[in-house]
């Protein structure tokens, strides 16, 4: 069973604080990993892809992978209000290039 | 504007009831999927079709039915075997199957 594994949260974090999202996975064959933004009742939006070891920065948002730890993160600096959702993890399975996801964890930013 | 929609935005169904949800693109996408989300839960794959004329099973697949006769459409079917069809549906695609995913605005669909 190929599984992606997500603290649900919630997590809470101050105005400008950094906030640091974690997934484990347990396909070592997956190559591509993406972290989904979903606001209340709305559907999953793309904000960050990551194929290689290291990381891979996109404004406020940092993504970071180890492949040997099997480990995906997500960071995102000088949180918002605005960035309060449910993150979404996912790793691609290459057989049948099905992505599996996490369950998700529930960001709060804090005025 | 190129996109996925999916219709309708609510849907109600009373229980015996087959309902079919509607899921169009038009970015040219090769790949579409169908996911079911529950409260508090990640998204779970139905079915998925790779090409035109051909789709496979998913993780959950039981109680659910697609067709696949054009590039732009993939309609799910909620038959009355599935014993909990209650949850948020959504519709996603692709260029081809290891490229990201875009998803649809969802369908929810409550059992009455």
């Known amino acids: 069973q190929k599984e992606v594994e997500q603290n649900s949260g919630p997590l809470s974090v101050p105005e400008g604080a950094i906030a640091s999202l974690n997934c484990t996975y347990s396909?070592?064959?997956?190559?591509?990993f993406f972290w989904y933004r979903q606001y209340s009742g709305k559907s999953p939006e793309l904000i960050m892809s990551?194929?290689?070891?290291g990381d891979k920065e996109d404004g406020r948002f940092t993504a970071q992978l180890n492949k040997a730890s099997q480990y995906v993160s997500l960071l995102i600096r000088d949180s918002q209000p605005s960035d309060s959702a449910t993150y979404l993890c996912?790793?691609?399975?290459?057989?049948?290039?099905?992505?599996?996801f996490g369950q998700g964890t529930e960001l709060s930013v804090k005025p | 504007d190129g996109g996925i929609t999916q219709s309708p935005k609510y849907l109600f169904r009373k229980e015996g009831q087959n309902v079919t949800l509607s899921c169009e693109q038009n970015?040219?996408?090769?790949?579409m999927y169908w996911y079911r989300q529950d409260p508090g839960q990640g998204l779970r794959l139905i079915y998925y079709?790779?090409?035109?004329?051909?789709?496979q099973k998913g993780d959950i697949a039981e109680g659910y039915s697609v067709s696949r006769e054009k590039k732009e459409s993939f309609p799910l079917t909620v038959t009355s075997a599935q014993k909990n069809p209650t949850a948020f549906y959504l519709c996603?695609?692709?260029?081809?199957?290891?490229?990201?995913?875009?998803f649809g605005p969802g369908t929810r669909l409550t059992v009455l």
């Open positions: 996912a790793a691609l399975y290459n057989q049948g290039g099905k992505l599996i």
């Open positions: 396909d070592r064959g997956s190559q591509s």
């Open positions: 990551i194929y290689s070891n």
């Open positions: 970015l040219n996408h090769d790949a």
């Open positions: 079709s790779q090409i035109v004329n051909d789709f």
């Open positions: 996603a695609s692709n260029r081809g199957n290891t490229d990201t995913q875009y």
